[in-house]
């Protein structure tokens, strides 16, 4: 059975960071990566990264946001520095495979004074 499990999320101070983790079970997946869901906003992807390693960042995110993948732990991570109140969202893990995608259950970052 595939699984994707979220950990990481909570509230942050802007400026401040966090680290968001994904670990897969079931299968091993091409591609990995996070999306985030706003309130009242369509979900949008954040940033994935391939088995081989290359990524493909929103331009929101550049600079800021770090995603790096332990393919033997079949885990993907996301390092979230310099945050800002935007930011503040439910985060899901993405997996794809062929022609099947999968998600995780997301787990919310608040980004509040």
């Known amino acids: 059975q595939v699984q994707l499990v979220e950990s990481g999320g909570g509230l942050v101070p802007p400026g401040g960071s966090l680290r968001l983790s994904c670990v897969a079970s079931?299968?091993?997946?091409?591609?990995m990566g996070w999306y985030r869901q706003a309130p009242g906003k369509e979900r949008e992807l954040v940033v994935d990264?391939?088995?081989?390693?290359?990524?493909n960042y929103a331009d929101s995110v550049k600079g800021r946001f770090t995603i790096s993948r332990d393919n033997a732990k079949n885990t993907v991570y996301l390092q979230m520095n310099s945050l800002k109140p935007d930011d503040t969202a439910i985060y899901y893990c993405?997996?794809?495979?062929?022609?099947?995608?999968?998600w995780g259950q997301g787990t919310q970052v608040t980004v509040s004074s």
């Open positions: 990264i391939t088995r081989g390693g290359s990524t």
């Open positions: 079931g299968t091993f997946f091409s591609t």
């Open positions: 993405n997996a794809k495979l062929a022609l099947k995608t999968y």
